[in-house]
């Protein structure tokens, strides 16, 4: 296979697409505080309008499967800029209901994006024959801790959360005009469409991946109101909370880009979810909001390898005309993490409070683990041969 004759600008600009997503839903955490005050909903409420997210954007990604294998990289441009038209719904809501249909859109746009611009990585991860998930998702994670420091501090200074969510969706438009005009994908040989495709590899990986994005959307969602309601933490010390949980994401992708290949998929999923369960209980139990973000950040660091790996797995398990659908099945399938979020956080909090919410985030973690030891009963290609087509390359023994 040959490769680009200058490769480096599409990396870029798929970085950028990660960092747009980012960009959002590190802002949204940082801003929930005040859209929850403004639209005088509790834990619980909040938790079932946020619910709304993930239950649109699952058929959403299922619709957009088939798409991502036949547009490729050209979807992304459309999808960032379907994105940016509802960022600013959030704050311009005035109560519980008013936010059903804002997360609904929500939840339209950023599952199609989710397929878009893990397809488009998956099959770069592919044509380059070596690991670019860690790099990526990196940018999703420095996105979303710029995004959130900025609200945190915006906030404290009285800025209204409308503004804020709609200065970061022209932003997020600006990135989708930059990614247009996108190299078209391969034509599929013999005109066989992609069928969406639920194989017992891909259920496994994508039962990871939930477990994995319930805690990321639990910390990201509720840490900064973990800090400010239950430890009285300002707006600005608030903003830390998704900031750095960020942050220490993108360390821990940035270190996984770097020395992953030096370990097994299997102990490194493992050693995500014991180390990130051990950062949520502290952070859980802690009496200071400096303890608190002591706590975010090693769930952050730890957990951040999982996502990526699960990814990379998946981009190598499918021949290259069914990577959006396979990738689509394991992202509907993760998206049952964040149906999960909402009722794990949320609904413990309005039963036991905020503390015990998070805590049971911890017990993801470690189920995390243990479901890992599962991968090392799959045959995985090697990255460098991960190019080719064929068959599905993850067979159970």
Known sequence: MQPSHNPAPGIW????????????????????????????????????????????????MVLSGPWADRYGRRMLAPALAAFALVTVGPGLASSGLGLVPVFLALGITSGSLEVAVNGAAAAMEAERGERIMGKVHAGFSLGGLVSSVSVGLAREAGAHPALLLGSIGLIIGAIGWWNRGAPSPPVRQGGRRARMHFTRPLVLLGSLCALTFCIEAGLEGWSAIHLEDTLGASPAVGGLGPGLFMAAMVLGRVAAQSFGDRFKDTRLLMTSGLVGAIGIELAAVAQTPWAALVGFCLAGVAISASAPTIL??????????????????????????FFLSPAVVGGIADLAGLRVGLAALGGIGILLAVLALRVGRLEVQPMEQASGGGEPLLPFH
């Open 312 to 337: 990379s797995l998946t981009g190598r398990s499918s021949p290259p005309e069914e990577r959006g659908t396979s990738m689509a099945a394991v992202t509907s399938i993760a998206y049952l993490g």
């Open 13 to 60: 600009k798929l970085v950028a697409a990660f960092a747009a997503f980012g960009l959002f839903w590190g802002g949204f955490a940082a801003a929930l505080p005040a859209i929850k005050e403004a639209t005088g909903t509790t834990e619980g409420t909040l938790g079932l309008a946020l619910f709304c997210i993930p239950s649109a954007a699952l058929p959403a």
